[in-house]
């Protein structure tokens, strides 16, 4: 067989593996508020095992990221740890408008490794038997601006100020209670759900302003259909129960 039988033989084989593969496998990098690493990986898994795409991570403050979002960082989806940046995300021009929705409300916690230090009632903050406290930096990532406003809602601050260690993001705060470079720090729920041991304070979420993530498309991502996908997913109940397995509240 030669000739123009072969080519249409060829072109034949080609159109039927055309149609036998799978769709092509897109990609969507998100910015991800490090309070959410752990819900954000599970999730991530399970929308690849949905479909073709994957969703890339980065983890970090959410002050940070929008600085390098600002900058022309190549995100094309932010889940913040708060509503005001992907608010101005939307205002500056850098988010597709309308996509911007709350994706989890968070907890905060004082917690310790040290079994008995942190009472249920967060008393030990008035006792002061610790030389260090945990939180992270609060103009970049919101737990630390509520950790912040629950010692102020106290009245304990001023007095707790001098032995504060600010990490750079709520991960680096567990890390320094981890590693015992502090006793105790603030840190959010979703981080230690599965700690076993240790002590903890559940924070009354009226002694902070309302920890409300929101996610929202960037301009980036307006053209990339894995993008909305992974935000599609983010809203469905499969990843609510991943969300609320963590310890968050969801809408």
């Given at each position: 067989m030669t000739g123009l039988p072969m080519r249409r033989l060829a072109l034949a084989v080609l159109a039927l593996l055309t149609l036998a593969a799978p769709a092509l496998a897109g990609e969507v990098n998100v910015a991800v508020a490090a309070n959410f690493t752990a819900p954000?990986?599970?999730?991530?898994?399970?929308?690849?095992?949905?479909?073709?795409?994957?969703?890339?991570?980065?983890?970090?403050?959410s002050g940070q990221f929008y600085a390098q979002i600002a900058n022309g960082a190549p995100y094309q989806v932010f889940l913040s740890a708060d509503?005001?940046?992907?608010?101005?995300?939307?205002?500056?021009?850098?988010?597709?408008?309308?996509?911007?929705?709350?994706?989890?409300?968070?907890?905060?916690?004082?917690?310790?490794?040290?079994?008995?230090?942190?009472?249920?009632?967060?008393?030990?903050?008035?006792?002061?038997?610790?030389?260090?406290?945990?939180?992270?930096?609060?103009t970049a990532a919101p737990y630390g601006l509520a950790a912040v406003q629950t010692m102020q809602k106290l009245g304990l601050y001023d007095r707790l100020r001098p032995r504060i260690v600010q990490g750079a993001s709520i991960t680096q705060a567990l890390q320094f209670v981890d590693t015992g470079a502090a006793e105790l720090g603030f840190v959010a729920l979703s981080q230690v759900t599965d700690q076993k041991g240790g002590s903890r304070w559940l924070v009354p979420e009226a002694d902070h302003d309302p920890i409300v993530q929101q996610a929202v498309l960037l301009k980036t991502g307006d053209d990339n259909p894995a993008a909305k996908a992974f935000l599609a997913f983010l809203k469905g109940p499969q990843a609510r129960a991943i969300i609320e397995k963590y310890g968050y509240a969801t809408h």
């Open positions: 954000a990986n599970e999730i991530a898994a399970a929308f690849a095992k949905s479909g073709p795409d994957q969703a890339v991570l980065s983890f970090g403050a509503a005001e940046r992907p608010a101005k995300a939307e205002k500056d021009g850098l988010a597709v408008p309308g996509t911007r929705f709350t994706y989890a409300v968070g907890k905060l916690v004082l917690w310790s490794k040290t079994p008995g230090l942190v009472d249920p009632a967060g008393a030990v903050l008035a006792k002061g038997s610790f030389t260090k406290l945990a939180i992270a930096d609060p």
